[in-house]
């Protein structure tokens, strides 16, 4: 037996012994499987090696065991004044009850009453307001974002966070390794160092090829968070950033949208945050979730939905499942990136087939060429069934929202695609109030009114080219 024949031997059973952790992984779809086997067998070298960077989600064990180790030390439940939590179940009538459960069986958050928000006018805006609560913090100021620039917004946040220190607030700012890498290496990022704000990187990318038989390097951070004197927080979809987004400026303005919350649902967020910064940085930050919280006020409920990679799996498809099989009259949702699994897209169709009004708002134009031509290999089925199809022109649509019937919302940072169904750590807010879920809802027709339709007639006329195009990236899906 020759060298070449020992070598063919030695490749071949390698690919046998990948081709059966590809069938034995668990938490993986039919369809995910067969991509990997199909990209294994027709590129056995490459496609094993890209299994072994790409295949699995796996945060490492280290991280895995630190993560546990720090939630079984978190409280169960927010501590209010009484020792009770705040009963919500007049406020969430039995229709909307088990969407609630859903949320709270991911993160073990119970929804909690006694809150007020309001839906920020746009971009600039929401970096007033930021600017503006953290002058006025007192005790602490918290931050969060997969995307930090140095560019105008991005600066005055570093600049408000830098004037709070010097008053004596303790500010603590945490960014994604890779989304942030621009302003990791700036001046921006040392001079807050050196003004004493204590600083955080999520889930590092150094040395990627050490790390990868370890654990996933693709996996992210991809929450936005705004937490300030455990009283106040952000939730939404913007990144701590101008509209103008000069990274990827071509693609510009980005269009998102922010809500400011006060009442005990900061604490909730605050949990995440205090989760994500004691696992990068191993200062403990147990006493800030432990606070009581403020005698309760009147407001809506509300519950915080984490998810990531360290979280129940398919949690995020589930929790979107949820809510559309929810809807009776109504249903409209907006996102930047639908990749969506068989089954989110069967709830869609289904929405529309039993007479909801069923609306998908999607930018014309999106900053991943793969991702738009992903959504658009699903728009016939979409369309057949009767979902309402828009894509927004003017600039890149990147608000993640959803809302029921004038009466619940969604809003955060999960896309509906399979990067944060499995890889990102997101955060997401779940309300019930009529007031705020209409302004969510007059700022999504207002991105109806100036989208474009996408009809029938219009995707049975693409070019055969561009329909196989579009499905083979959908193909792919779960490998990309």
Request: with cysteine.
């Amino acid at each position: 037996m020759n060298f070449s024949t020992i070598m063919l031997a030695a490749v071949a059973a390698v690919e046998i012994a990948v081709l059966v952790r590809v069938m034995l992984r668990p938490h993986r779809e039919p369809a995910s499987r067969i991509a990997w086997v199909a990209v294994i067998m027709a590129l056995p070298l490459l496609g094993m090696i890209a299994y072994v960077l790409f295949g699995e989600v796996n945060i490492g064990r280290r991280r895995a065991a630190k993560l546990r180790a720090i939630e079984e030390r978190m409280p169960r439940s927010e501590p209010s004044p009484s020792g009770d939590l705040v009963n919500l179940r007049a406020q969430i009538p039995d229709r909307w009850e088990h969407l609630f459960r859903v949320g709270r069986s991911i993160s073990g958050f119970e929804p909690i009453a006694g809150n007020a928000a309001r839906l920020l006018a746009d971009s600039n805006a929401a970096i007033d307001a930021m600017v503006a609560d953290i002058d006025a913090a007192r005790d602490h100021v918290h931050v969060l974002f997969y995307i930090w620039l140095t560019d105008h917004n991005g600066s005055r946040i570093a600049d408000a966070l830098k004037r709070a220190v010097n008053r004596g607030v303790r500010c603590r700012a945490m960014v994604d390794d890779l989304g942030s890498r621009s302003l990791l290496r700036s001046e921006q990022w040392r001079s807050m160092q050196a003004a004493g704000v204590k600083l955080g990187v999520a889930l590092s990318i150094s040395h990627p090829l050490l790390r990868a038989p370890f654990r996933r390097i693709d996996l992210r951070n991809h929450r936005k968070i705004v937490v300030i004197d455990n009283a106040i927080t952000y939730c939404g979809s913007q990144n701590c950033a101008d509209p103008e987004f000069r990274v990827k400026a071509k693609f510009a303005p980005w269009v998102d949208a922010l809500m400011r919350f006060e009442g005990p649902i900061a604490q909730q967020n605050q949990r995440l945050f205090v989760m994500d910064w004691m696992c990068a940085t191993n200062e403990n930050l147990e006493d800030l979730v432990r606070q009581s919280l403020r005698a309760p006020q009147p407001g809506f409920a509300a519950q915080v939905i984490g998810t990531g990679p360290t979280v129940r799996f398919s949690a995020m498809p589930e929790l979107f499942a949820a809510l559309i099989y929810a809807a009776r009259q109504e249903l409209i949702i907006t996102t930047p990136y639908y990749v969506p699994d068989e089954s989110l897209q069967n709830a869609l169709c289904s929405s529309a087939y039993r007479g909801v009004k069923t609306t998908m708002i999607l930018p014309a134009h999106n900053d991943s060429w793969i991702v738009g031509g992903a959504s658009r290999s699903y728009y016939a089925d979409l369309l057949a069934a009767g979902v309402v199809i828009r894509e927004y022109p003017d600039g890149l649509l990147h608000t993640k929202s959803l809302t029921i019937d004038g009466e619940i919302t969604l809003i955060g940072s999960a896309n509906m695609d399979r990067r944060s169904f499995e890889l990102n750590y997101e955060n997401n807010i779940l309300f019930r109030d009529a007031e705020l879920t209409a302004a969510m809802r007059g700022r999504q027709l207002q991105y109806l009114a100036r989208s474009q339709p996408v009809t029938r007639e219009m995707v049975a006329m693409w070019p055969w080219p561009r329909r196989f195009w579009n499905n083979t990236l959908a193909l792919l899906g779960p490998v990309l």
